[in-house]
C-alpha cells in the first residue's frame, strides 16, 4: 500500500475465518460471508497459489465478477494468483540467491514450497517458527519490495490494479 500512494493504509490478514485452502479460499459464499463481516474494510485483496493450475487467473476473474454485486459503493476485491506459490515472493527477495540457485529455475518449478521454500527455511533456522519461517521470509520481502516487483510481474501487475482502485476511488 505505500508504494501505491498510501503509507499510512491498515493493512490486516485475515484470521477469522481461516480458509482451508484454495477450494475455500474461491467459495463464493465464503468471500460474501468475509466481506460481510468486515463492513469497514475498503479493498479485499485474495491471494492465492497459481499451483499450476492454467485457469487460476479465469477462476479470479470470475469470482471479481460475481462478488461486485456483494460489494458496498467504493469497495473492491482484486484476486490474484502467485507464480506458483505465495512463498515464490518471498523468495523472490533474496539477494544474492542461496548457492545453487537461479531466479529463472524457481520460477519454472511447480513445487516452489517443498523444492525451495522449506530447504531456505531449514537453512536460515526459521522452519521451526510460527508459519515455518514464512513470517521472516515476508519481512524480507516487504524491506526488498522493489526486487520482489521486479523479479514477479503478478506482483507488479496487483500494484498497478490497487493504484487504478485508488484512483478511482
Known sequence: MREAGRPQAKVRELTDPLL?????????DRLIEIVDRNPLVDLFLLLVD???NANRRAALDAREAELIEHL??????????????????GLAALNPLPRGWTWTDVRA??????????PHAKSAGTATRLGGGRRELGREAA??????TNRCPEVRDLQRRVEEWLGAG
Do not use: S
Open 50 to 52: 497459481r499451483d499450476g
Open 109 to 118: 518449478e511447480a513445487h516452489v514450497k517443498e523444492n525451495y521454500f522449506h
Open 20 to 28: 482451508g485452502g484454495i477450494d475455500q479460499a474461491l467459495r463464493l
Open 72 to 89: 458496498r459503493p467504493g469497495t473492491c476485491l482484486l484476486a490474484q494468483e502467485a507464480w506458483q506459490e505465495i512463498e515464490t515472493w
Open 143 to 148: 524491506r526488498n519490495y522493489a526486487r520482489v
